[in-house]
């Protein structure tokens, strides 16, 4: 069974290593100091269990499992023993140790562990179904800005516009630059929401304020259309 484990505190995360050593089959893969860098480490590899402190700077476990599509079982390590009511609403959480961790409770939470069946991602037996992914819309988008993750709301997004190594992603209140591309963004936005009018541009249809010619006004920014795209974007508006 492949683990990772996540924990600010270099001491806490030495602890459950060492009691994972006691565990045959238990494999330690990584380490991390904090969600962002173990975001990046299951984008590329896939683990069947993560030790997941709850406080952590700037990013908190919970809002670590709500950035994961379809997590993998989940046991807490905390100091806080009053947020287990709240850890057991999610599906992918087995179980809840508190610091400091001693080797019969963690021994016991990996017996749970291994008697708990893998969760079914809802996505997959939506699938199964027949029912399309769009059934289950995802409602926000988290960037890495400054080693921090931030929640933006898809309808919250009127702009996104390329710039070399970079996007620019505009929204009601405030602008985000952030190193991605435009094709990976578009990836992760709603059809029913957004447009790529230009090799350049994202739109959120829902924003537009008026259409002439060849370009679009969205809020103040004038954008322009290609002419490739220009029908696309005539289907989607509710013509009179």
């Known amino acids: 069974m492949k683990c990772i484990i996540i924990d600010d505190e270099a001491t806490a995360r030495a602890i459950i290593a ?110 199964k179904d027949g029912a399309k992914e769009d059934n289950l819309p995802q409602k926000e988008l988290y960037v890495n800005i400054d080693r921090r993750l ?32 435009l094709k990976k963004i578009e990836e992760k936005l709603p059809d029913s929401l957004f447009l790529k009018v230009h090799r350049s541009y994202i739109i959120n249809i829902k924003k537009i304020i008026d259409i002439e010619d060849n370009s679009v006004l969205i809020e103040r920014d004038v954008i322009p259309i290609s002419r490739s795209n220009r029908s696309e974007l005539m289907k989607r508006l509710n013509l009179l």
Do not use: W
């Not at 990046?40 to 590899?45: A, E, T």
């Not at 269990?49 to 952590?56: K, N, W």
């Not at 929640?151 to 190193?179: C, M, P, Q, S, W």
């Open 18 to 127: 060492h009691l994972c050593s006691s565990v045959d089959g238990l494999e330690v893969l990584e380490e991390f100091p904090n969600a962002i860098q173990a975001i990046k480490f299951l984008n590329k590899n896939n683990v069947d269990l993560i030790f997941l402190d709850i406080h952590m700077p700037d990013f908190t476990g919970f809002d670590f499992i709500d950035t994961l599509k379809n997590p993998p079982k989940v046991v807490l390590t905390t100091s806080d023993k009053n947020l287990a009511f709240e850890a057991f609403e999610y599906d992918c959480i087995v179980d809840y140790l508190l610091k400091p961790v001693t080797l019969p409770r963690f021994l016991k939470a990996i017996q749970k562990v291994e008697s708990t069946a893998v969760p079914v991602p809802v996505m997959e037996v939506a699938k």
């Open 150 to 181: 931030i929640k933006i709301d898809f309808e919250r997004i009127y702009l996104i516009e390329a710039k070399g190594d970079y996007i620019l992603i505009k929204t009601d209140d405030k602008n985000y630059t952030v190193h991605s591309t």
